[in-house]
């Protein structure tokens, strides 16, 4: 069983930059951040493996960064130069298997932590 609780959600100009923390509890191969806009479907957005690779979103590549505090057992999405499209709710999500960005893939799941841009 895994647990996730994010944090570090807020409002922000376009332009500005956020980190977004989920505290990972249980063993996970796969960690994603996933977001979800108002009448959109659920998106991801970028994904680290256990052996520290990442993948991102076209969207988002170059403006955000995927990393985990193994130590502390804590991923991080930062995010910079935030555009008002980015807003949204902000899941992180774990598998133990090597996943990217289908919903499906992902048995675990936070409870969201909301972003929102002002142009």
């Known amino acids: 069983q895994v647990q996730l609780v994010e944090s570090g959600g807020g409002s922000v100009q376009a332009g500005g930059s956020l980190r977004l923390s989920c505290v990972v509890s249980g063993y996970s191969y796969s960690l994603a951040w996933f977001r979800q806009a108002p009448g959109k479907e659920r998106e991801g957005v970028a994904v680290?493996?256990?052996?520290?690779?990442?993948g991102y979103a076209d969207s988002v590549k170059g403006r955000f960064t995927i990393s985990k505090d193994n130590a502390k057992n804590i991923l991080y999405l930062q995010m910079n130069n935030l555009k008002p499209e980015d807003a949204a709710m902000y899941y992180c999500a774990a598998t133990v298997q090597y996943a990217w960005f289908l919903e499906g893939h992902y048995p675990y799941w936070g409870q969201g932590t909301q972003v929102t841009v002002s142009s």
């Open positions: 680290i493996w256990n052996g520290g690779g990442t």
